[in-house]
């Protein structure tokens, strides 16, 4: 299943569900993972109610075109013993989030334009005029930038897990909690253990009102990770590339479903709101209890929202 597109001089994987003479509900998936970590259920219950899904691997993930990866300096470092390098990973993760990176002196080879860029591309390939577009974390930020660009393609946007500036100094910081595992995640990968490294930091993004299995999530992480898990991805780098859209929200004008966690570790309730006060015509949906993170028990409540924002 699924197939390549040649568009932007890369190529992207994607794949289909339902009738493409549907209106269409283009997923957009978040940092360091790729197109398979969204629910099937959620999938499905879009398209019994007659909508068209495209899923597909942002850049640098999955089966898509990858331009990040280990480099030297990393294959040494991962001798150093465990008790120091945890030291230094730490001290360069917390001085990071002390700051607002400059978006002109960050380096990396793309940015969200790139990456919205890529969907737009994906979409004329596959003849989509236009779309109703569904992010999660760093693609909420990417729908957001075609939103704000490209507003004839969007038909609505539904935001979930993000921010208009995940590192904007006027919204609040990362839970230290969630950074120390971070750290002991970045830990993991650079001693190679990259999937136990994911577990790590997915663990560290829940909150405290479902529990999960940890056979069940390992069978997720499993499908993820056998996609193709790039943990050298310039993810985070393009999202500190791009300026935070914060005073640019009144200009979307599109109907916008906003949907967060209220014990969200990575980004705090609010950033939502800040959302929700930006974007006129949007709803939030606060999931009580719930982190950085999608609960398979939400899925009927998420998708009748989506319904609702999708019709209006």
Do not use: C
Request: charged letters at 25%; a negative charge.
């Amino acid at each position: 299943m699924g197939d390549l597109a040649k568009v932007n001089d890369i190529d992207i994987w994607w794949e289909d569900f339902g009738d493409s003479k549907n209106p269409t509900v283009v997923f957009i998936m978040g940092a360091y993972t790729n197109s398979q970590a969204w629910p099937m259920s959620l999938i499905n219950l879009l398209v019994q109610n007659n909508y068209h899904v495209v899923r597909f691997d942002n850049r640098d993930s999955g089966k898509s075109t990858w331009f990040g990866k280990r480099n030297f300096f990393e294959n040494l470092i991962k001798f150093v013993p465990s008790f120091i390098l945890k030291y230094l990973i730490r001290y360069v993760i917390q001085s990071n989030y002390k700051k607002t990176p400059n978006p002109e002196t960050v380096k990396s080879p793309y940015d969200l334009n790139d990456m919205a860029n890529d969907v737009m591309a994906l979409m004329k390939y596959l003849k989509i005029k236009k779309a109703h577009l569904v992010g999660a974390s760093m693609g909420g930020l990417i729908a957001q930038t075609i939103a704000l660009n490209n507003p004839e393609l969007v038909s609505s946007l539904t935001l979930m897990v993000t921010s208009p500036g995940i590192r904007d100094e006027r919204l609040s910081k990362p839970d230290p909690i969630f950074l120390d595992g971070m750290t002991e995640s970045v830990l993991m990968m650079i001693k190679n253990n990259q999937k136990e490294a994911m577990l790590k930091t997915f663990k560290a993004s829940i909150g405290s009102r479902f529990s999960y299995d940890d056979v069940v999530i390992e069978e997720l992480f499993n499908t993820v990770d056998d996609h193709g898990t790039n943990t050298y991805a310039f993810h985070s780098k393009a999202i500190e590339k791009t300026p935070s859209y914060l005073d640019k929200l009144k200009n979307i004008k599109i109907p916008t479903l906003i949907i967060n966690g209220s014990e969200d570790p990575l980004i705090p309730i609010d950033h939502a709101f800040a959302l929700s006060e930006g974007i006129t015509n949007s709803e939030l949906y606060v999931m009580e209890g719930v982190g950085h993170e999608l609960p398979e028990e939400l899925m009927n409540e998420i998708s009748t929202r989506m319904l609702k924002t999708f019709e209006s």
